[in-house]
């Protein structure tokens, strides 16, 4: 059987943690610490479906060997016996590398190797794809075409102990998409931090929990703001969403951003459904009809530097309140089974993260903490250099 490997972004525990969740652990192999091989047939992977994956491939082969003299020499002479059976056409190419000891140049100079080998073969043009690092970025592969086979070839090198995987290269993440949707938005607002369309994703497919959840079914955002997780859903695969929020101006953006979401993009439903509620207290009339939460909380104050220790102490006082209250409004209005993924603040301070409190009382307040095979729990949180309070992924099933 075919397998599909992927390349995880910027925090690669987030997309093992979310390719876990769907496709179940079983079948998810980490390698290196860029990716993992899925045993699924790469045409059943839907890399637009993810946020925390890149790049996915199909996995052609492993090498039992990482020096890259060797693995240049393994390319020059096994890439022209394949381009010699797939018809006419400039063939353009790229290689990116994963872990694997080498640089820049000495990877420009095996692709340079492999069009020549290619050109003497079957006298087929050749356009290579420059790196600016050891490998090529999603908009290199993007703009070129290179996730396009047969004529586009971006071969991934993983470096998996003393073995390399070589896969190529069959989607990549679609970076203009999302901006595109992220940015023309008519209602977004700073003030209230922007979550990223990707991790929306990723917290969606958390709380989801696998790849049977059938159109129809209702995701709830008790902390909606301007809609990006229920915008997400939509489009992701056709979920009905329902969005509460303690802000009406945050409900009125909501409803216009859904809107303008109808209008422009071809959608498996129309069905939303917001209004204006405190998720400490609220009563969620369709909760029987809910299939899951999925939700970024209230993440308190936004700090451009560290807080004296007086000032954090009340607001991570503050924030513990409002979630203990959360969980125990929506344990009240849940069953046994139903499970939920929030993003939580977590403040990174001196070098490492404070916690909520909260965390620690999860089973008093009627939830078990999902823990992941291939991911530890204290790894999934959303941080960038120089941000205080980052977002903690928290996946929890009800008592």
Request: aromatic share 8%; charged share 20%; glycine share 8%.
């Amino acid at each position: 059987m075919n397998k599909t490997l992927v390349i995880f972004g910027r925090q690669p525990a987030l997309g093992l943690a979310e390719i876990e969740s769907l496709y179940g652990a079983d079948t998810v192999t980490p390698i290196g610490n860029h990716g993992a091989i899925i045993d699924i047939d790469p045409n059943q992977f839907d890399i637009n479906r993810v946020g925390g994956t890149v790049k996915a491939a199909k996995l052609l082969t492993q090498l039992e060997f990482t020096d890259w003299q060797k693995l240049s020499d393994y390319l020059v002479e096994h890439v022209p016996k394949h381009t010699c059976c797939i018809g006419p056409g400039k063939l353009l190419f790229g290689i990116s590398t994963y872990g694997l000891q080498t640089n820049q140049k000495a990877i420009e100079r095996t692709a340079l190797s492999v069009k020549k080998a290619v050109r003497q073969s079957d006298m087929r043009p050749v356009r290579v794809i420059p790196t600016k690092a050891t490998e090529l970025s999603s908009a290199q592969v993007l703009h070129n075409k290179l996730a396009q086979p047969p004529l586009g070839m971006e071969l991934l090198l993983v470096q998996h102990g003393d073995s390399v995987y070589l896969a190529q290269t069959v989607g990549v993440q679609d970076i203009e998409a999302y901006a595109a949707r992220d940015q023309a938005r008519p209602k977004r607002d700073a003030r209230v931090g922007m979550l990223p369309p990707k991790l929306a994703q990723i917290i969606l497919n958390l709380a989801i929990g696998d790849l049977d959840a059938h159109i129809g079914e209702v995701i709830l955002d008790p902390f909606c703001g301007t809609g990006v997780i229920l915008q997400e859903a939509q489009i992701m695969k056709g979920f009905d969403v329902y969005g509460t929020d303690i802000d009406p101006r945050m409900v009125e953006y909501s409803k216009a951003n859904l809107e303008w979401l109808h209008q422009t993009h071809q959608i498996g439903t129309n069905y939303f459904r917001l209004e204006v509620g405190d998720a400490t207290s609220y009563q969620w009339d369709i909760m029987n009809a809910v299939f899951c939460i999925a939700c970024e909380t209230y993440l308190g104050r936004p700090f451009a530097h560290t807080p004296d220790p007086e000032t954090l102490h009340l607001v991570m006082n503050d924030v513990n309140t409002i979630h203990k209250k959360f969980l125990q409004n929506v344990a009240k209005q849940t069953s046994k089974g139903f499970r939920m993924c929030i993003a939580v603040p977590a403040w990174f301070i001196n070098g490492s993260f404070k916690h909520l409190s909260t965390l620690d009382h999860l089973e008093e307040l009627g939830y078990n903490r999902l823990s992941f095979k291939h991911v530890d729990n204290k790894s999934l949180i959303y941080h960038r250099e120089g941000q205080i309070v980052g977002r903690e992924l928290v996946v929890l099933v009800r008592k």
